[in-house]
């Protein structure tokens, strides 16, 4: 079965600065991977996903992740942060087929003036 | 320690008929989201409910309805199933305002 590590329950960076959000998977065979955001009282929102395409995937609102198959992460990265970026992320893994979904526990982003 | 709980975990439906999922929030959590993803398709928000009161609507067909209750568990209606309503459903739950949601491990429907 496939599971997801999210190294950071909780990641706090200053507004303009680079952020990093941690992941890393464990599975049997090729799997997909997501990101999805939440802010509070919404629903969840897709970032981008990994489906065995390119390694390097750009998302939504300047996102991005690479996908490390070496080292099994799939780490969510921003160039610059901004004040709307703060809220909970999720690395999610999936069988082929997107018919198991495992979430992770989640990252809190907090973006600071 | 508790985890949200979903209730039945599989469930095979015949067209035409109609389904009830139940979530169970963890204790003290005020708001429950359900979400349904197809078969190769990503999770799509359905409805939120805070405090038995709907907080947010995605994109719920008119033949499903749902409620929260006093104790705040939920529960999913589904009438009139469809083929296409075959799907994973799942609930999450929170406290109102927080970041931390908590998924439940899902209710596979099938319908045939």
């Known amino acids: 079965a496939q599971s997801v590590t999210q190294l950071d329950s909780h990641v706090s960076v200053s507004e303009g600065t680079p952020v990093l959000l941690r992941c890393n998977y464990s599975?049997?065979?090729?799997?997909?991977l997501f990101w999805y955001v939440q802010h509070p009282n919404k629903g969840l929102q897709l970032l981008l996903k990994?489906?065995?395409?390119?390694?390097l995937v750009k998302g939504i609102n300047g996102f991005e992740a690479e996908f490390k198959k070496s080292e099994t992460s799939f780490h969510l990265t921003k160039p610059s942060a901004h004040m709307s970026d703060a809220a909970e992320y999720f690395c999610?893994?999936?069988?082929?087929?997107?018919?198991?979904?495992?979430f992770g526990a989640g990252t809190r982003l907090t973006v600071k003036p | 320690a508790a985890g949200v709980i979903q209730s039945p975990r599989h469930l095979i439906k015949e067209k035409r008929e109609t389904a009830t999922l139940k979530c169970y929030p963890i204790?003290?959590?005020?708001?429950v989201y359900w979400y349904q993803q197809g078969p190769g398709q990503d999770p799509q928000f359905l409805i939120s409910?805070?405090?038995?009161?709907?907080?947010d609507k995605g994109s719920i067909p008119d033949r499903f309805s749902a409620q929260q209750f006093s104790d705040y568990h939920s529960e999913l209606n589904m009438s009139s199933l469809e083929l296409g309503d075959s799907a994973l459903y799942f609930c999450?739950?929170?406290?109102?305002?927080?970041?931390?949601?908590?998924f439940g491990p899902g209710t596979r429907l099938t319908v045939t």
């Open positions: 409910f805070y405090e038995k009161m709907q907080s």
């Open positions: 999450a739950s929170s406290l109102q305002n927080s970041y931390e949601q908590y």
């Open positions: 204790p003290r959590h005020d708001t």
């Open positions: 990994y489906t065995s395409a390119a390694t």
């Open positions: 599975s049997s065979y090729s799997p997909s």
């Open positions: 999610v893994v999936s069988d082929e087929d997107n018919n198991d979904m495992r």
